[in-house]
């Protein structure tokens, strides 16, 4: 796969202050220059540092690792292997373990960065069988919108997880249109994450043409094709049907010298479905069809136009 640049990775690091605080791989000069040039756009804070000269490490939030084993599936299959960071290894330091993997920037000069969250679905089934209550979820609640809690969830000043992945679901356009804005970073001027409620595709649209330069119209194409099938793959077969793909996003990236990319990204809850069961990422969610909506969300970005006229 293109080799593309490094300084800062997308669902990343928003300053260095979150970045994770790695002594072993990230030493020498050049690593600590990377550090400081590092930007998080989206994800969880303080999760990634960068490692050799051309990886970073992610490290594993959650107790399985279903990130390792979908960047194992997904760098098997040449359908996929292309549109993904490259994977590296598995890391085990302090106790704690990582993924190392391709950093994009690498080759990048202060490009501009757009970070798309696709399916309609962003949250794992097993959160339908969570009963906690998250007080800190119903203050993110309130702060987007102060009228959106039922008078219950206001006396228990809680909510669950599930009830508030759907509402920012339903209150952006992940649940009409199967993709949300997560964040921007123009070349030369700060990351904008403040794009939670983009729900119209009227404001999608706005926001991509803002980001997209006319000049660089007839680069970014390329990525999009190939994650229509460039390479006469189906549409539908270039996204594995055994596995459902939640919460992951495309990477789009170009910069002034023409370097352009797009990649699929973020596979902490990418997760095999069961034995004999296929996805067709575009069924309706219904508990237990592990459906994701990741394909409605793709033809729904490609008929939006964010990308040129001429790679419909
Ligand atoms: C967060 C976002 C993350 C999710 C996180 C949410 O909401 O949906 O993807 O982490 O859950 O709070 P927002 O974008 O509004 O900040 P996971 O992908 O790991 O589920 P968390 O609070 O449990 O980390």
Redesign the pocket.
Known sequence: MSHLLTGFFIETVFSLQTALDLSAPATDAILINRKNAWIQLAG?PGSFAPAGPHTIWKKR?AKENYELKAYQSLMDSPTTQDIIPEFHREVEHNGEYFIEIEDLLQHFKDPNIMDIKMGKR??LESEVKNPVLRKD?YQ?MIDLNPNAPTEEERKQEAIT?LR??QF?EEGSSTATLGFRIEAVKKSGEAPITSL?KIKHKSQVKKACVNFLLIEHCMVLPWGILVLKGQKKVEKTHLIPMLLQII?SSLLIMYDESGHCGVWLIDF??TIPVENGMILYHNLPWLLGNHEDGFLSGLDNLIDVRIFCHSCK
Request: net charge positive.
């Open positions: 969880h939030m962003t949250f979820l993110k997880k508030y992945m920012r939670k919460g902490a809850k």
